[in-house]
């Protein structure tokens, strides 16, 4: 059995060998034993309350039961940007016109900018592969919104992901060689992996604060603007069904996407239900729900089947030790899919 719960200490080297094999442009996920291990500490402190809410790290791991093997993991920030630069390229438009000689154009610019500065972030997804059957991947990444509608108070108005920009075959970024090369000097791998363990003052250092003109840049670089890696598109669309969208907003060595949403308008808030935990089979009618206990320490979640938005459910014994609740106790519960008559 599966079952997604927060992170502790033990799962170090696990999460290590994981961002083995995550590769190149994942920022959040590096395989330095130190950088992980402070997160890993500042996670702990973060279900523990020990630290305030803006400097918090919430990290999932996805557990197989039967042997304590770690499948997967996912995470959420409390805040981005406080403690550190966060940067981002924002799309603008900049009209030059003539009316002498009767000429007027629109060009598009990337503005170097911290406007996400603040956000909750939705980050460090990551699935073996060998575990990416069935819904696995899809109850991973929604898992993190359903932490966040039992626990809204913790997180900002705005929530948003970055994601994992697109690459050629042989691992290159072209928008990093088309434009981020020519400041930085360095390979992507390189400037990534700085990033990844908090170096970014040299992002202010070489980049320039002018707007740059979209139309300059290679084609190469130019097609791949908010475009995301091939792994990276059913995240995308996951992530855009659960009430995230793109609003121009790009990563500055990749350019990858920016998704943002409003956390009050999560499919999750909206959809999600507080439901008394019974002993006993699963009814008819049901449906994949995910299902969480409704403690910030030790926060767990499981997948089974239920009816949706029932004041009740009925969890087998395994499933409430998973949980580790008691028959009676509150649980959350949301449709691990999308209704078709549903706007998110």
């Known amino acids: 059995m599966l079952v997604i719960r927060a992170v502790n200490t033990d799962d170090l080297d696990a999460l290590i060998e994981m961002a083995r094999q ?11 034993r130190k950088m992980l291990g402070d997160r890993v500490a500042t996670a702990v402190a973060s279900f523990n309350e020990s630290i305030p809410p803006e400097q918090r790290d919430y990290m999932f791991v ?13 995470a959420i920030k409390g805040a981005v940007g406080l403690t550190e630069p966060f940067y981002n390229y924002r799309i603008g438009t900049l009209v030059h016109c003539s009316r002498e000689l009767n000429v007027f154009t629109r060009m598009e610019t990337l503005y170097l900018s911290n406007d996400l500065t603040g956000s909750s972030e ?19 990444s929604k898992s993190r919104f359903l932490f966040i509608a039992q626990f809204q108070h913790l997180f900002t108005e705005k929530i948003i992901a970055e994601m994992r920009g697109y690459q050629a075959e042989d691992g290159t970024s072209p928008f990093y060689e088309g434009l981020g090369r020519h400041f930085f000097k360095m390979d992507f791998d390189h400037v990534d992996g700085l990033t990844a363990i908090g170096k970014k003052s040299f992002i202010a250092e070489l ?9 300059y840049l290679p084609e190469s ?3 791949v603007i908010g475009k995301v890696h091939t792994s990276t598109q059913p995240a995308r669309k996951l992530l855009e069904n659960e009430g995230m969208h793109y609003e121009g907003y790009v ?7 920016v998704l943002q949403g409003r956390v009050s308008e999560l499919r999750a808030v909206r959809d999600s239900v507080l439901a008394q935990a019974v002993e006993g089979a699963h009814e008819d009618e049901t449906e994949h729900l995910l299902v969480s206990n409704t403690r910030l320490t030790d926060f767990r979640m499981i ?4 009816v949706p938005g029932a004041a009740r459910i009925a969890l087998s014994a395994q499933e409430l030790s998973q949980l580790r609740v008691q028959e009676g106790d509150d649980v959350r519960t949301l449709p691990l899919n999308t209704r078709k008559n549903a706007n998110a």
Not at 303 to 306: E, P, Q
């Open 251 to 257: 990563d500055i060595f990749d350019a990858g996407p």
């Open 122 to 140: 939705l980050c460090s997804l990551f699935l073996l592969p060998q575990y990416r059957a069935g819904f696995n991947g899809k109850w991973l």
């Open 22 to 32: 995550a590769g190149s442009g994942m920022t959040t996920l590096k395989p330095d």
């Open 303 to 306: 997948l089974t089947r239920g």
């Open 207 to 215: 980049m320039p604060r002018q707007p740059l003109y979209v139309d």
């Open 221 to 223: 670089a130019r097609e």
């Open 62 to 74: 996805l557990e197989h039961t039967e042997d304590g093997r770690i499948a997967g993991v996912c």
